[in-house]
């Protein structure tokens, strides 16, 4: 059972690709732990500032269980002009 995780701008960069998959059934937090891991420190920083949607929706409790199939959109900051 997975789900999806895409990665948009310096997520990207960080991550060095656009998506992966990764087990579903864990919260939020418990995904972000396994990303850094993977990908290390680069990756790690970046998490720690990104928006996170499940399904196109804002997750804003990070502690509730993702299922399968979903997809997660790691959004860092944005910067505009």
């Known amino acids: ?11 990207r960069a960080a991550a060095g ?3 992966e998959t ?6 939020l937090d418990e995904l972000v732990d396994e990303l850094a891991e993977r990908h290390g ?3 790690a920083a970046v998490l720690k500032a ?8 804002a997750c804003h409790d990070r502690q509730v269980p993702l299922p399968a199939g979903v997809t997660v959109d790691v959004l860092p900051p944005f910067a505009g002009g």
Do not use: I, K, P
């Open 50 to 57: 990104a928006s996170f949607l499940v399904d196109g929706v």
């Open 41 to 43: 420190e680069r990756l």
């Open 17 to 19: 690709r656009t998506e």
């Open 22 to 27: 990764a087990s579903a059934g864990r919260s």
């Open 1 to 11: 059972m997975e789900l999806t995780v895409r990665y948009f701008a310096g997520a």
